[in-house]
């Protein structure tokens, strides 16, 4: 045997069917080019004869290649789409299930295949001094009925490993040098099935040997170089350690050779079930160009040229795709600007803001496509938590996400100085505040590819918005729409007589000032439309009506039910995500034509119209801001369709003054809220910073501190404190808390040399991410549970996870909380007396008395969400508890997904802490079922990409109840077995099986390395170790 690694000599003969590994599918690999040789075939074929055909196998090297442990590049923006790391997918090839692999050989019979294997095994194991001769030997002989092509030397030396054909193949195959990731299985030949069999073959022959070896083995970082030549039957030599007694060798082989049979047949029969997808050459050849392009690319960006490639550094399949979805043939010259700036190409942070609809998405996409492709580098993309925006970097001085929004930044920025910054928006002011935190390049232009009409409506005159004008606008045009005195009443504002205008051949957006106006708008635009608007594109409308009822369990909204056959929805919080995905499709393409909407829509989703009208100069009881107000108008006008985009503000005559000042004023400043959020802020903040160990003492906090966005403006936010006074009276809380401690060097009274420890509490609150302003309540509730904790029903604990901030904002209906609690069993109503509420106390809110004894509100309106989840987990359907709690079905669903966020975060608060030991499964398992809200039999079927519950329940009916069943799934059954399924989602359905099963193989795979990994402080090595130091 050559010193560190083992000789395996094996051959493998296979058929030409491809098949993509469900590892490389899960994997980021590089670009890989491919060419596989022509297929042969004997000219004539035998009926009922199946001959075999057998491939050349390209020798691959395989470069090593690391992605960084944090994020390279950070893009501050979202499109609506959550980018992956794009994979190219080297072919592999696997034996057909039609064929037997072993040509003539009987594989199951007494004198069979496998039985030879085990003479061989026992031949080489009485001679172990002969056994690389006789091994070769052997295999000539074993092998001689079969084809002798294709045989396979595989050579690995630390991360470099070289797949090389013997001279015979060498002579008759094409050869081309091929970029796989390192990770990789390069047996790609074999099975995948086979490959994890002969890995851990390997693996236990190695842990015959003794304590020294296998540390050599497992922990050395020397290159090791294994020679491989593998026969047909894919038999592996085993392994001999000469320090290895021969009674344990005994043993070992003998049930080596009883599992090597065992798998062998295990696999034999799993490849005869294989189902393979078949590409084709052409695909093949199309991936061989792309992996050059992305060489070329790649070598490009590097280089200081100012050619820029295909598209921009990027393959020309990137630009071809962009062209084929996206209809994007030329770029703007903005665009084109921005990305050739010299700051971009040296890879500088940069800020860049432009009008709403200038075309920032596709900038953003490039960079990070650049990132990804060209220079393999991750990519970290930050969303907003309302909605998806494109606008994203304002939002740093908006309340709570602002703050988290500023830690995070600042922390990317005091760790790493490789990390690219990129922030996008539509709304900045004062941009030199986030350039000197962000330490960035500014970008700006005033491009609009369509220009924007501003309007005023005060009655019935409409006047143009108008900087020159002495008062900022000037008269426009009367409308001329014939009213009737029913219709005046019913629209004073004359809505009917704008929207008809441009509906149904153009689009339009209505924003309203609350949720119930929306509707109520809707309501009353369809009830004053001719039929005529009935007719226009009818069949699509009814679609999408039966769409809505199959995501909603066949209910429907009574509100959309009249609205969409005339093409108008509203659109707001209210609704469940499922209805609106659905309705704001059916605006994109056309079908619906109107949607009345909340500012929420203007910020979070980017649907633009032909005119948009604001009903109110005002978001619920506030007055607009200027930020406010140029991101509703910004959604006018469609570029490629429109030539114009108007927006419209309906007023008053006692708004007017007020109005004209919100059109010409600039936009308002960007400030932080890191101090104002103080829990969720700068407690959080020092938390994670002493328990990351980013800065532990008060001196490195304090520096930085004066590199976040609040330290720069500190002289602005600042009035009574300076920055070091409030930095060490957040120490002091945190430390009073009980959350850190401290823990001074050498004695040093120096209180700026005091480092801080993180607590067990302390790290608790900061791995679930508990606000610190319910960490100890949540604590204190957690341990009264323990006392006494009720498991007859999961109310008790559906309790323990419901989110303590939306209790505070909860406003319980009194009759609906007593009707519910007197449909308690006892042992339930049980629950609610351990937490404080009593039927007493509900009774007399319901009928109005006056209640003399004090209870915790917040404990009283936790217990009524818990009614409304509890009531969800049982009955499994949003609407039906929407209606029996009378709350809106998408305030219901956003409660189902806090609690199911909230219930995670208190399981990894209950790991760091040994006394909750017992909530530790019990919080795994409610996780789960509030993250899904389905019956038991259901979960795991949910966990699949693109199975919702309808799915799920179709799929069970169909017999299809586990991950396995899926995987193991064949697309065109599935299709048709289930009913409305396409194509597309069939194999996406099989696909995502396959890698969730794939997952958790490789989840218990290094479970198993884990066990059978030689401990670090193992005595033998201890003391070896001490010997030599």
Excluded at 181 to 191: H, K, N, Q, T
Excluded at 463 to 488: C, H, P, Q, W
Excluded at 533 to 545: D, P
Excluded at 622 to 628: A, G, P, S, V
């Amino acid at each position: 045997m050559d010193e560190g690694g083992s000789r395996i000599r094996r051959r493998v003969s296979v058929r030409k069917r491809n098949r993509p590994s469900l590892e490389n599918v899960f994997a980021a690999s590089p670009a890989t080019e491919l060419k596989h040789s022509e297929e042969e075939e004997d000219a004539e074929m035998v009926a009922g004869s199946r001959r075999r055909r057998t491939v050349d196998v390209q020798p691959v090297e395989v470069q090593p290649h690391h992605l960084s442990d944090s994020p390279e590049f950070l893009v501050l923006w979202s499109d609506g789409t959550h980018p992956g790391p794009l994979r190219m997918l080297p072919e592999r090839r696997i034996i057909d299930s039609e064929e037997d692999m072993f040509g003539d050989y009987d594989s199951f019979a007494e004198n069979s295949f496998l039985a030879q294997v085990d003479d061989l095994e026992q031949k080489c194991l009485q001679l172990p001094e002969h056994r690389n001769h006789a091994t070769d030997h052997a295999t000539e002989d074993l092998c001689s009925e079969s084809d002798k092509h294709n045989t396979l030397n595989v050579t690995t030396v630390g991360d470099r490993t070289e797949l090389n054909m013997d001279e015979h193949t060498k002579n008759q195959s094409r050869h081309e040098d091929v970029s796989v990731e390192p990770d990789a299985d390069i047996l790609y030949d074999v099975p995948s099935s086979q490959v994890l069999f002969f890995e851990n073959l390997h693996n236990s022959s190695s842990a015959l040997g003794d304590p020294s070896t296998e540390e050599k083995d497992w922990n050395s970082s020397s290159p090791k170089t294994v020679n491989e030549e593998l026969p047909v039957n894919s038999r592996e030599q085993p392994q001999q350690t000469v320090e290895s007694s021969s009674k344990i060798r005994t043993s070992s082989d003998a049930n080596r050779r009883k599992s090597l049979k065992d798998h062998l047949k295990s696999t034999m029969t799993g490849n005869a079930k294989a189902q393979t997808p078949i590409f084709s050459r052409t695909k093949q050849l199309k991936e061989t160009l792309l992996s050059e392009e992305i060489n070329v690319a790649k070598k490009t960006i590097e280089s200081s040229s100012d050619d820029l490639g295909p598209f921009y550094s990027l393959p020309s399949k990137v630009r071809d795709l962009y062209v084929q979805f996206k209809g994007i043939e030329k770029l703007y010259e903005w665009q084109h600007t921005c990305l050739t700036l010299k700051s971009v190409q040296e890879r500088k942070n940069l800020i860049y803001s432009l009008p709403t609809s200038g075309g920032k998405t596709l900038v953003a996409e490039i960079l990070m496509l650049q990132e990804l492709l060209c220079r393999r580098r991750d990519v970290l993309m930050i969303l907003p938590y309302v909605a998806i925006v494109q606008e994203k970097l304002h939002m740093i001085g908006e309340g709570t996400r602002g703050a988290i929004l500023e830690m995070t930044l600042a922390k990317i920025l005091y760790t790493s100085k490789t990390t690219q910054i990129i922030g996008m928006s539509a709304t900045l002011n004062n941009v030199e505040d986030l350039q000197k935190f962000l330490q960035a390049e500014y970008y700006t232009s005033q491009f609009r590819p369509v220009e924007l009409k501003e309007y005023l409506k005060i009655n019935d005159t409409i006047y143009e918005v108008d900087s020159r004008a002495e008062n900022g606008m000037t008269f426009s045009r009367l409308l001329n729409y014939k009213y009737s005195d029913i219709l005046k009443k019913m629209d004073p504002d004359h809505l009917v007589a704008l929207v008809t205008e441009v509906i149904p051949n153009y689009s339009c957006l209505v924003f309203c000032p609350t949720k119930k106006n929306c509707e109520n708008v809707a309501e009353m635009i369809c009830k004053s439309l001719s039929k005529e608007y009935l007719k226009h594109k009818e069949k699509e409308k009814q679609e999408v009506i039966t769409n809505l009822k199959n995501v909603s369990g066949g209910n429907l909204c009574r509100v959309l039910k009249h609205t969409i056959p005339f093409g108008v929805a509203y659109h707001h919080s209210g609704l469940t995500s499922d209805e609106r995905k659905l309705l704001e499709e059916a605006y994109s393409t056309g079908v619906l034509c109107l949607f009345t909407c909340t500012s929420t829509l203007a910020a979070g989703v980017n649907l633009p119209a032909r005119r948009v009208i604001l009903r109110a100069p005002y978001v619920a009881k506030e007055f607009l801001k200027r930020n406010q107000y140029k991101q509703m108008i910004g959604r006018a006008g469609r570029a490629g369709i429109d030539s114009v985009g108007e927006s419209i503000l309906i007023l008053q005559e006692k708004d007017k003054q007020q109005v004209l000042e919100l059109i010409s004023r600039p936009l308002e400043n960007c400030y932080s809220h890191l101090v104002q959020e103080f829990t969720k802020g700068i407690q959080t903040l020092f938390l994670s910073l002493i328990g990351l160990k980013i800065a532990t003492n008060l001196d490195d906090i304090y520096r930085f501190m004066s590199g976040t966005f609040f330290g720069v403006q500190q002289k602005v936010l600042l009035k009574e404190k300076s920055l070091w006074e409030i930095t060490v009276e957040s120490l002091r809380y945190l430390t009073e808390k009980g959350l850190l401690q401290k823990d001074t060097i050498y004695g040093s009274e120096e209180e700026f040399q005091n480092n801080f420890l993180i607590t067990k509490l302390g790290r608790a609150s900061f791995k679930g991410t508990i606000d610190l302003a319910y960490c100890d309540i949540l604590y204190r509730d957690l341990k009264k549970g323990l006392e006494g904790l009720m498991l007859e029903s999961l109310l008790h604990l559906i309790y323990l996870t419901t989110p303590y901030d939306m209790a505070s904002q909860c406003d319980p209906d009194w009759m609906i909380y007593f009707r519910q609690f007197n449909q308690l069993s006892p042992a339930e109503q049980n629950v609610a007396a351990l937490v404080g509420v009593s039927e007493n106390f509900i009774g007399k809110k319901a009928s109005g008395q006056a209640i003399r004894k004090k209870v915790d509100k917040n404990v009283v309106n936790r217990l009524y969400l818990s009614f409304i989840l509890y009531a969800l987990l049982k009955e499994t359907n949003i609407w039906s508890v929407s209606e029996k709690f009378n709350m809106p079905r998408g305030y219901i669903q956003s409660l189902l997904s806090a609690a199911a966020a909230f219930s995670s975060c208190v399981l990894h608060f209950c790991e760091e802490l040994e006394e909750f030991w017992v909530y530790r499964a019990l919080l795994g398992e409610l996780t789960k079922k509030l993250t899904y809200c389905v019956k038991a039999e259901l979960i795991p079927l949910m966990e699949v990409t693109g199975v919702l519950e309808g799915r799920a329940r179709q799929l069970y009916n169909a017999g299809y109840k586990s991950l396995t069943h899926l995987a193991n799934a064949n697309p065109e059954v599935l299709i048709s077995t289930i009913d409305h399924l396409s194509r597309r989602q069939a194999k996406q359905i099989v696909s995502s099986a396959k890698m969730l099963l794939h997952e958790k193989a490789e989840a218990l795979q290094e479970e198993v390395e884990e066990l059978l990994r030689l401990p670090s402080d193992f005595p033998g090595i201890v003391a070896s170790s001490t010997e030599k130091a």
